[in-house]
């Protein structure tokens, strides 16, 4: 079969297939052909960070948290892992269905260093079936504050790399929503919020703006960059966190002032810990 022009030398044609990225005839369509766009770009920034940890660990272990249907994660084994012989890639997620699912076909592949594992974010930071401290976190679209669980994984975890992707940030939203009348007489800024459409998108980057901070104050190195074109995605902001051991001097203080100003208090124990 000849090799459409965006399929990589030596990618599994079946692997593609089972994911629905390929037709049943291999054809690739406008969708399926967006998705894979976006898995390969993100690829191309976690490519470079798998090359430095094997450089310091012969056996890196990357934890995909929120794996879903595990896109991502059996897009990095048959790229990175399968070709460097070493290397172990973890999935976990809360549905079980998926997990099995993802499992049967990882088998199927041959993908013998991959695993999934049906948990829960506390369930995954103290299970026995992980290490202590693995090498590099990732998240894609992990709906709400499913990409929060993957950033408190990879603290508790002392991940050298966090790459994520967030999604539907609705919990910020939520809180700015409950306390509107209260921040009226607060702030002036809660104007930024008024409008129940500015309330949505104003929480979605706050959101973010939160994460980078929470994870400045435990020491990481903080990138914010786009994934892909906006026409390919709105779910487009790509936080890239590497642990430099040297917490930025403010972040907390910071942190803690914006959740006093925004009046989301309600949200101390989730950025702060």
Known sequence: MTLIPEIKPHQSIELLKALHILTRDGKLNQDTRRKL????????????????????????????????????????????MKQQHAGRIVGIETRGELVQKSQELADSLGFGRMDFLHLSVEESIASSALPEQVDI????????????????????????????????????AEVLRRHKSASFGKTPLSEIWRH??????????????????????????????????????????????????????????????????????????????
Not at 50 to 59: G, K
Not at 200 to 222: D, M, P
Not at 240 to 259: C, M
Request: charged share 20%.
């Open 37 to 80: 766009k976006q898995v390969y770009h993100l690829y191309h920034f976690i490519e470079p960070l798998l090359n430095e940890v094997i450089q310091e660990n012969e056996n890196p272990v990357l934890v995909d948290h929120g794996a879903g249907k595990s896109y991502l994660g059996f897009i990095l084994y048959d790229l990175f």
């Open 196 to 273: 129940p459409i500015h309330t949505r998108e104003f929480g979605s980057q706050i959101t973010n703006v939160l994460r980078c901070l929470q994870l400045e104050a435990h020491g990481y190195q903080v990138t914010v960059t786009e994934l892909v074109g906006w026409e390919h995605s709105m779910k487009n902001e790509l936080i890239i966190a590497r642990y430099k051991n040297s917490p930025r001097r403010n972040a907390q203080s910071r942190l803690e002032k914006i959740l006093e100003e925004l009046n989301l208090q309600d949200l101390h124990s989730r950025f702060i810990y």
């Open 137 to 172: 976190v990732t998240a894609l679209h992990a709906c709400n504050t499913a990409t929060d669980d993957a950033i408190r994984f990879g603290l508790e975890k002392r991940a050298q790399f966090m790459v994520l992707v967030p999604c539907c940030q609705a919990e910020v």
